[in-house]
Nanobody, 122 residues
Framework: QLVESGGGSVQAGGSLRLSCSHS???????MAWFRQAPGKERTVIAY???????YYPDSFNGRFTISQNSAKNIMFLEMNTLKPEDTAMYYC???????????????????WGQGTQVTVSS
């Protein structure tokens, strides 16, 4: 089970930290953050594995930081300098470790949280 928290409404330029509680911190798993805006595809923001290996697509490298606690059962997404276009539902997901190309697709992840809404106003 994956449970996200920390979403909310914030003004442009503000920050939020999302959390995802889970039980998939074992070796061989990958945890990721995705977001989906109305009418748009679900897009990967970043992923992290048991060894704290992380990856960010270019479009999310800079303002977003993925991390996890030492027990590997809570994943975080620190979001800074938020923009109105960051408004979306944010999801955490878990799946088996795979190639980078695979891990950048929603299909690679078998387990999903219910999502937490982030709204950024101008």
């Amino acid at each position: 089970q994956l449970v996200e928290s920390g979403g909310g409404s914030v003004q442009a330029g503000g920050s939020l930290r999302l959390s995802c509680s889970h039980s998939y911190g074992d070796v061989g798993y990958c945890m990721a953050w995705f977001r989906q805006a109305p009418g748009k595809e679900r897009t990967v923001i970043a992923y992290i594995n048991n060894d704290d290996v992380t990856y960010y697509p270019d479009s999310f490298n800079g303002r977003f930081t993925i991390s996890q606690n030492s027990a590997k059962n809570i994943m975080f997404l620190e979001m800074n300098t938020l923009k109105p276009e960051d408004t979306a539902m944010y999801y955490c997901a878990a799946g088996p470790w795979a190639s980078r190309a695979t891990l950048l697709t929603a299909e690679a992840y078998k387990l999903w949280g219910q999502g937490t809404q982030v709204t950024v106003s101008s």
